[in-house]
């Protein structure tokens, strides 16, 4: 099950609730009470350069041309 962020609305404090994605999100903090409010993070996974294609895995000689027709 995904990890969400949550942060008290009162005092800002950042919570890592764990939850189905079928959830409604909460509007409470499930042990305490206190409101709380959903955040935005950054995923855990980054590309950087130039870039990924499909030809970067195949091997010389191999596709270039679809054989649709004849």
Same mark, same amino acid.
């Given at each position: 099950? &995904? +990890? ?6 009162? +005092?800002? @404090?950042?919570? @890592? ?7 409604? =999100?909460? +509007? =409470?903090? &499930?042990? +305490? *009470? #206190? %409101? #709380?409010?959903?955040?935005? =993070?950054? %995923?855990?996974?980054?590309?950087? *350069?130039?870039?990924?294609? #499909? ?12 054989? *649709?027709?004849?």
């Amino acid at each position: 099950m &995904p +990890t969400y962020l949550y942060k008290n609305i009162e +005092t800002g @404090e950042i919570y @890592e609730l764990v939850q189905s994605m079928r959830d409604e =999100a909460y +509007t =409470a903090h &499930p042990e +305490t *009470g #206190v %409101p #709380v409010k959903r955040v935005l =993070a950054r %995923p855990g996974i980054s590309f950087k *350069g130039s870039g990924f294609y #499909v030809n970067d895995s195949r091997k010389s000689g191999e596709g270039g041309k679809s054989g *649709g027709s004849e």
